[in-house]
């Protein structure tokens, strides 16, 4: 076991209380926020056979849908994903290497672990999570003046044990590249379908996520491709989204 595998065996038990740990009360509450947002942005993700690389104590795994796989080498964070993600199949493994056949899962989810790999190990994992999904969702914590590009920091447990623990920070662009992603330009649209009624949502972004609009509307599903070309109308001549994909 690597100093990284033992530093979060060992930290399973305090994880979720420590993961704010040090943070002011606004910062904290911001943190939470944005939890519940990326949560319900998983939540979002359609169902099928999903698998959570390195899911820890499943704060992330939780809000997915569809046949979950979660995967982690800790027993201890494992065991405490079992009460969170009960219907979950939990697999007790170590990446690079993905103990799966090719191509078994819809999608490979995977939370605050792909900051912590160094080149070689992000290299082999890339490969292979290629190699048993056709679809990628890296959640990790973005590049900011806050903390340097990458480097080894030292983590401290309750009981004052101190590791050094690998950790990159990306830009969207640098990581779409090393995922080898196509997408140049966020640009979705969702629409839901409750009864007779329709409700469109769109959003165009740049890929560092500093600009984004947004529009939706509600109406007869009768009417959902006119509704559609209105909000896409909306998005791309009143809100400037026409000049956010000119520059893609
Ligand atoms: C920062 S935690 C993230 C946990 C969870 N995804 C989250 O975001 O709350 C990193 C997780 O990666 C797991 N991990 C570290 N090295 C691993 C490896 N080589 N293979 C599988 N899991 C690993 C740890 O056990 C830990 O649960």
Not at 78 to 98: F, G, I, N, S
Not at 208 to 230: I, Q
Request: aromatic letters at 6%; hydrophobic letters at 45%; glycine letters at 10%.
């Amino acid at each position: 076991m690597g100093e990284r595998e033992e530093y979060y065996d060992r930290r399973a038990a305090e994880y979720d209380e420590t993961t704010t740990a040090g943070l002011d009360a606004e910062t904290a509450a911001a943190f939470a926020q944005e939890m519940a947002a990326l949560g319900a942005v998983l939540a979002a993700l359609p169902g099928g056979r999903v698998l959570d690389v390195a899911c820890g104590t499943a704060l992330f795994t939780q809000h997915l849908r569809g046949q979950v796989v979660a995967l982690d080498q800790s027993g201890g964070m494992l065991k405490r994903a079992r009460a969170r993600v009960p219907t979950a199949w939990l697999v007790q493994a170590a990446v690079p290497a993905l103990p799966f056949a090719s191509s078994v899962f819809d999608r490979l989810v995977t939370c605050h672990l792909y900051g912590h790999l160094v080149e070689v190990e992000r290299v082999a994992f890339v490969a292979e999570a290629w190699r048993v999904a056709p679809e990628l969702v890296v959640i990790d914590t973005a590049a900011s003046d806050l903390a340097a590009p990458d480097g080894w920091q030292e983590r401290v447990l309750r009981n004052g044990c101190r590791y050094t623990i690998y950790k990159r920070h990306f830009t969207p662009a640098q990581l779409l590249a090393e995922l080898g992603g196509d997408c140049s330009l966020p640009a979705a649209a969702h629409a839901t379908l409750a009864g007779d009624s329709v409700r469109i949502r769109g959003l165009i972004a740049t890929v560092d996520g500093t600009r984004v609009v947004r529009h939706e509307l509600s109406g007869p599903a009768a009417a959902g491709a006119a509704l559609g070309r209105s909000v896409a109308r909306n998005l791309l001549d009143e809100q400037g989204g026409a000049e956010l994909l000119g520059g893609a």
